[in-house]
């Protein structure tokens, strides 16, 4: 008892000194409770009891806290007993837990985001890979679909969830056009987790910024990579995009090259061009696609349903001077 005494002394003397940002709520021999905060959501409480036999035996500890994930706190907890066990036995144990707890907070970064992590890599299939880059704060998460992938870098700042999600794209063998809605997309969701809508609904609850990461990588595994990659013109029925990337269309004019709309589908440039060119256009031209019917809004097709009308109007009565003149000169 008077070893303990002694290091419960110790500890109220020395910890805010040895273990950055560590304050101490309960120091007795029953229990020791040191809170450590790193930033808001890096934030973690030490729960350290004696056993008997102490300091001969592992000091048994327990993690808690409102931010980190239950189950990273658990095998947290497993290691701070376990480098006790095998390197402290017979010392005193209590600063230099606090100590690995902190050093855990200051180089695993990712730790407040390990419950996203882990349900990014269940949505992983053949191909794809998620690598951790833990003191650099980063995940490098590759998205395959057949022979088509991209390969994204997502940073997580300090601050993190409270700031959104850094995406950068490192390669990919989509075209240029699909890359720059993904990010643009991925970066968009991003900045909607951490910002306020510009125009608040009188019945809209406070905002609270939300994490970030899982959104931005459930949109690039699934409603980018292995969307995009499998889908088929709903006009014709036949695939976007061809089997090897190597084959993908490049000209924006050509008839096989992929659009995407504002609703989300895929086409064929000469498909949506030839579909926008023909009645009905009253109220705006209508997705095909059965589930879907949303108006169809892109750059290319911006004439309003008057022009629209008028430009087939003219069309079909070019077409009958022309049918015209063939069979003057057929009788």
């Known amino acids: 008892m008077q070893f303990i005494e002694q290091e419960l002394k110790d500890v109220k003397q020395r910890c805010t ?14 229990m020791v409770r040191v809170r450590i905060r790193r930033t808001k959501f890096k934030d973690v409480t030490v729960c350290l009891q004696f056993p008997k036999d102490y300091p001969n035996r592992p000091l048994v500890v327990e993690l808690k806290s409102k931010t980190l994930p239950d189950k990273l706190l658990d095998g947290l907890s497993r290691l701070c007993e376990k480098e006790c066990a095998e390197k402290h036995l017979g010392r005193e144990q209590v600063l230099l837990t606090l100590k690995f707890v902190r050093t855990f907070i200051d180089e695993n970064p990712l ?21 951790l880059k833990q003191k650099s704060g980063l995940v490098l998460l590759r998205a395959c679909q ?3 992938f991209i390969d994204v870098k997502l940073s997580l700042p300090d601050t993190y969830p409270e700031e959104q999600v850094g995406v950068e794209l490192r390669g990919s063998n989509f075209p240029k056009l699909f890359n720059r809605i993904f990010m643009g997309n991925a970066i968009e969701i991003a900045r909607r987790c951490v910002e306020p809508p510009i125009k608040k609904r009188p019945k809209d609850p406070p905002f ?30 036949k695939a976007c995009f061809p089997d090897d990337p190597k084959n993908v269309e490049k000209g924006e004019l050509e008839y096989n090259y992929a ?31 059965a589930d879907c019917k949303k108006r169809i809004y892109h750059n290319k097709w911006r004439a309003t349903p008057e022009v629209a009308e008028a430009r087939w109007a003219h069309a079909q009565a070019k077409d009958r001077e022309l049918a015209e003149v063939v069979d003057f000169l057929v009788d």
């Not at 419950?115 to 890979?129: F, V």
């Not at 504002?262 to 696609?289: S, V, W």
């Open 259 to 289: 659009e995407k709309v504002y609703c989300g589908h895929l086409f064929h440039y000469g498909c949506m061009d030839a579909y926008m060119k023909i009645p009905p256009f009253q109220g705006g031209k209508q997705c095909p696609n």
């Open 17 to 30: 000194e040895k273990v950055e940002g560590s304050e101490v709520e309960a120091c007795v021999s029953a």
């Open 208 to 237: 609270v910024p939300q994490k970030s990461l899982l959104p931005v990588t459930k949109y690039l595994i699934n409603d980018c990579v292995k969307y995009c990659a499998t889908q088929v013109c709903a006009l014709c029925k």
């Open 111 to 131: 730790c407040v985001c390990s419950d996203e992590i882990s349900r990014t890599k269940r949505m992983l299939s053949d191909g794809d890979d998620c690598k």
């Open 146 to 148: 057949g022979l088509y």
